[in-house]
């Protein structure tokens, strides 16, 4: 289901995948209250590190619009 990388090393959508399958995996049922649980915790894991990742994408999207702006103003 999950693949062995470190989710500190997983792309956006390879996190976001992994929680796409473990909400289905739940949704479906069929599991046991421990394996829910450690599902729940892997996917609660995926959620914290892509919204790493989209933390990190924002504050670089900032610095490109300053830099853009900056320059914008340093042409005119």
Do not use: C, N, W
């Not at 792309?11 to 049922?29: D, P």
């Not at 394996?35 to 610095?63: I, N, T, W």
């Amino acid at each position: 289901m999950v693949t062995k990388k470190p989710k500190e090393e997983k792309s956006f959508e390879a996190l976001l995948g992994e929680v796409e399958t473990i909400v289905r995996t739940l949704q479906e049922g069929g599991v046991s209250l421990e394996d829910a649980l450690r599902l729940y915790e892997e996917g609660f894991a995926s959620v914290k590190f892509a919204q790493q990742r989209l933390s990190a994408a924002r504050e670089k999207l900032e610095v490109l619009q300053k830099d853009a702006m900056a320059h914008d103003e340093d042409q005119a």
